[in-house]
């Protein structure tokens, strides 16, 4: 016999769609009376001791100056962490592009044919995958840039080079008078340069004529800067290293704590981004590679028109991993004294500034630097994906 | 199928209660009571009654050791040796104040710590009291929450170089690179004296850590190491060249009181201690050491009786610190007076007493009197 069939609902401490919502709403109330009560601590605790919560702080002189920067120690705490954000950016930036560059090649050395290309790589993935990034950072200063020669001894070429331990030095430009008018002139020669490509393709699309898109683009950059810089008095010019006393004027120069934390960093990060690059080209199905070769296409070719292409759709969210890796490691910085945001807010500390809220600022700003690389790798890899029907 | 019901009906209670309890659990977590007014500006706090103010002294009896963070590597001041004891001047101060409110002066729970995590320690309770070598200023004093008290070394900055570098003073470093440890007041007074003098300072370049700091200089990273006179006289000491290799320059470019610190708020803690530190001080004014302190004991100066705790017909002196009345007698006896603790761990160094004697000698030393 079967039970009769009933359409009453039934009745409320029973019924399955309350409870469902009754228990959320019981954990939501956990979780935030949980985080009250902590924050509420901490309140308590800073009450009690006198210890400020707030970010006044910032607006006070910082006694911080870092090597390489203008910056002068009566300049606020907020000017300081800004220069110290800057050179996270710099070492980040600089890191990414290099340890890309150098993963990828690794990764396909390691399936090369080559029996002591391949097993270089592997050595190499193998040895530097296993290490502390710490001690990696440590050595690479100890070991390599602080042996480079005294001032004195420095290894010049002309002015055009100086490798010494106060930094490497090579000729830069110089701007007198305003910058932003040079930064517009830049932007304007490059939408000059844009526009004049575009018109190139729209001819050759019309008329079938090679387009030089390339060679005209970049010629009529080069026509507008070059105008733009006798019109305005050439306020752009280029200097030279020199060495001025016990320290290099002129130019721009690399500290050795740049250059070991770059070092360090690329290495480190190659290592893995060449396994994921290994991981990603071996994950491409063999029917790629043979119909490749059916088609007669050379090994290279291959590598850059069909493996690869699919490969780095695979890889993209990994290196992006690494990428955002990179990034938060730079923050090693602290033990070879290279002033990025985490050494800088660690010197605002020990010149008093209060601990928690600063720390709550550093993180913030990690944050917002992970997410803003974040969402640029997310782009890569939409534009990437299989788009399906 | 009910008894599946009946759990999420008690989880679901479970879970209301607990929200109830934290939300009405308003205790601070000092465990005063609730004197301290709703504004976060520290001089409200007038209404301190002698009863609610004992819990840090109290606390530390009650546990039976003293927690006092030191470190672990500087010469001199405090080190690790083969046995695993902390050696040196700021480890025997906190014996100091160990055999001062405990009786006892091996009842120290020694805290290695970090340059940058000195005041974050003593914040969240990880120790008591902070004993290494800190420098007291208006700035920890206010935003670090610390109250230090008498200082036990007057020391300044001072700048080292090579010894055959050209420099002969501070001002003749003009664009230089300088080298410093990191999370101290070093940092900033480097910037500032060399402003004063009309001088920039190229770089300053700081470290965690003093091994690094070493391997930079000698390579020539920068051309001086500015520290206080006190550490670089130890690090001069265990220079891998040699002692000879380096030149401490003459010109001492700060005040650096390095002064023992508690929380702020424990006041009854704060007065111990000061004055398990005068007690040593005090102990050299009268001549006390640990070698004649019992003869002491029999004598006829009032003054050294009350202050050795001597007991007498109407009672034992007892100026309600909360030590027991003969802590200056253990301090002495276990320990010993400022002048035994200074020649054991500093004078090996070179360092002269300078400032650091009686003031009846000309010095910064000056306990007040004892009743």
């Known amino acids: ?389 | 199928m009910a008894s599946r019901a009946t759990f999420r009906w008690l989880a679901g209670i479970l879970a209301l209660t607990l929200v109830l309890a934290a939300c009405s659990d308003d205790d601070d977590a000092s465990g005063e009571g609730s004197d301290t007014t709703d504004s976060t500006d520290p001089d409200d706090d007038t209404e301190i009654t002698l009863v609610q103010q004992g819990s840090a002294l109290e606390a530390v009896k009650d546990a039976g050791v003293l927690k006092c963070g030191t470190r672990d590597a500087l010469p001199g001041f405090a080190v690790l040796n083969e046995d695993g004891d902390h050696i040196g001047f700021d480890a025997d101060f906190c014996r100091v104040i160990a055999a001062a409110i405990l009786g006892d002066a091996e009842a120290v729970d020694f805290v290695d710590l970090e340059t940058e995590a000195r005041f974050t320690a003593l914040q969240s309770g990880e120790i008591d009291v902070l004993v290494r070598n800190t420098t007291w200023t208006a700035g920890r004093d206010g935003d670090e929450g610390a109250t230090f008290l008498q200082p036990t070394f007057y020391d300044g900055q001072g700048m080292m170089v090579a010894d055959d570098s050209e420099f002969e003073s501070v001002e003749d470093m003009d664009g230089t690179s300088i080298c410093v440890a990191s999370g101290t007041t070093t940092e900033g007074n480097v910037a500032t004296e060399f402003a004063r003098l009309g001088i920039t300072v190229n770089e300053v370049l700081s470290f965690a850590d003093v091994a690094l700091i070493q391997e930079a200089f000698i390579q020539g990273r920068c051309d001086g190491w500015s520290s206080d006179v006190s550490q670089l006289t130890g690090l001069r000491s265990e220079f891998p060249d040699g002692p000879d290799a380096l030149r401490i320059l003459p010109d001492v470019f700060s005040k650096e009181p390095l002064a023992p610190a508690v929380l702020d708020g424990n006041t009854d803690l704060a007065q111990a201690v000061n004055w398990a530190i005068f007690a040593t001080v005090q102990a050299e004014e009268f001549g006390i050491d640990s070698t004649n302190v019992e003869e002491f004991l029999e004598s006829e100066d009032p003054n050294v009786r009350k202050f050795l705790g001597v007991d007498e017909e109407g009672g034992t002196f007892d100026p309600g610190l909360g030590l027991p009345a003969d802590f200056a007698l253990q301090v002495i006896s276990q320990v010993g007076n400022y002048a035994e603790i200074f020649e054991e761990h500093l004078a090996p160094l070179g360092l002269d007493r300078g400032i650091n004697t009686l003031w009846s000698e000309g010095g910064m030393l000056y306990a007040p009197p004892y009743r």
Not at chain 1, 12 to 35: E, K, N, P, S
Not at chain 1, 67 to 90: E, F, Y
Not at chain 1, 136 to 157: D, Q
């Open chain 1, 1 to 389: 016999m079967t039970a009769p069939a009933t359409t009453a609902r039934p009745p409320i401490w029973r019924d399955v769609r309350y409870l469902r919502v009754l228990f959320q709403a019981v954990v939501v109330a956990v979780v935030t009376g949980i985080g009250l009560w902590l924050w509420n601590n901490v309140q308590t605790n800073a009450r009690t001791t006198g210890i400020p919560l707030t970010l006044g702080y910032l607006d006070q002189p910082s006694d911080i100056t870092v090597p390489g920067n203008d910056l002068r120690p009566t300049q606020s705490v907020r000017d300081a962490i800004g220069v110290g954000l800057g050179n996270t950016v710099r070492v980040a930036l600089a890191g990414i592009v290099l340890a890309t560059v150098l993963g990828v090649l690794l990764g396909i050395a390691r399936l090369s044919t080559n029996w002591l290309l391949s097993r270089l790589a592997q050595a190499y993935v193998e040895v530097l995958r296993n290490v502390p990034l710490l001690a990696l950072v440590i050595f690479s200063y100890i070991a390599v840039f602080l042996r480079l020669p005294r001032l004195e001894n420095a290894t010049t070429v002309g002015s055009v080079f100086i490798a010494s331990i106060r930094g490497v030095a090579i000729p830069w430009y110089r701007i007198e008078g305003s910058s932003l008018a040079v930064a517009a002139v830049i932007v304007l020669a490059l939408a000059a340069g844009w526009l004049a490509a575009r018109w190139r393709r729209r001819v050759n699309e019309a008329t079938g004529q090679p387009a030089y898109r390339w060679t005209v683009g970049v010629a009529t950059f080069a026509v507008v800067v070059v105008v733009a810089q006798i019109a305005l008095g050439s306020p752009v010019s280029l200097s030279g290293p020199a060495v001025d006393g016990r320290r290099i004027s002129g130019g721009i120069t690399m500290l050795p704590e740049f250059a070991a934390l770059l070092a360090a960093l690329v290495t480190y990060t190659a290592s893995h981004i060449a396994e994921i690059v290994r991981g990603s080209i071996q994950a491409v199905p063999k029917g790629q590679v043979e119909a490749a070769s059916a088609l007669a296409l050379s090994p290279s070719q291959r590598m850059r028109l069909v493996v690869l292409p699919q490969a780095m759709r695979i890889a993209v969210p990994a290196i992006g991993n690494q990428y955002l890796n990179l990034t938060k490691n730079s923050s090693l910085a602290v033990a070879i004294s290279y002033f990025e945001l985490t050494k800088v807010t660690s010197v605002s500390i020990g010149n008093r500034a209060p601990a928690v809220p600063s720390f709550a600022v550093l993180l913030l700003l990690y944050l917002m630097l992970s997410l803003a690389l974040s969402a640029v790798v997310n782009i890569a890899n939409r534009r990437l994906e299989l788009v399906e029907r």
